[in-house]
């Protein structure tokens, strides 16, 4: 049975930096596309990023792009989702997701290619 454990979220300060982790248990991520989600409390959730760990190809949506970098740890079967220069709208629970994709697919516009969902991780940027 596939499970992913999402974490790494907490309170920062606004211009500090996060860095989630996607780990995976029952399978491996070498041929997966994993997506990184947030839900903001009253609004609904969005794609942030996401990598096909396959190819290693990564996205990156607009509200973010420039802050944030994903990358993913073989070894450890997890994949990150590094962040920076957070701002107060940036608060929300982040999701991580994963499908099983072998030709390189990888999605962070739709959530519906994502099969397995992590429990998220309560992010928080205030001062």
């Known amino acids: 049975d596939v499970q992913l454990q999402a974490s790494g979220g907490g309170l920062v300060q606004p211009g ?3 860095t989630l982790s996607c780990a995976a248990s ?4 070498d041929d997966w596309a994993v997506g990184w989600f947030r839900q903001a409390p009253g609004k609904e ?4 990023s996401c990598i096909s760990v396959s190819d290693g190809i990564t ?9 944030v970098t994903i990358f993913s740890d ?26 099983y ?6 999605w962070y516009e739709e959530e519906y ?13 205030s001062s």
Do not use: I
């Open 16 to 18: 500090g930096s996060l």
């Open 59 to 67: 996205l990156y949506a607009d509200s973010m792009k420039g802050r």
């Open 74 to 99: 073989h070894a450890k079967n997890t994949v990150y989702l590094q962040m920076n220069s957070l701002k107060p709208e940036d608060t929300a629970v982040y999701y991580c997701a994963a499908v």
């Open 26 to 29: 029952g399978t491996s991520f």
């Open 113 to 125: 290619p994502y099969n397995y969902w992590g429990q998220g991780t309560q992010v928080t940027v």
């Open 101 to 106: 994709a072998p030709d390189g697919s990888a």
């Open 45 to 48: 959730r969005e794609g942030v």
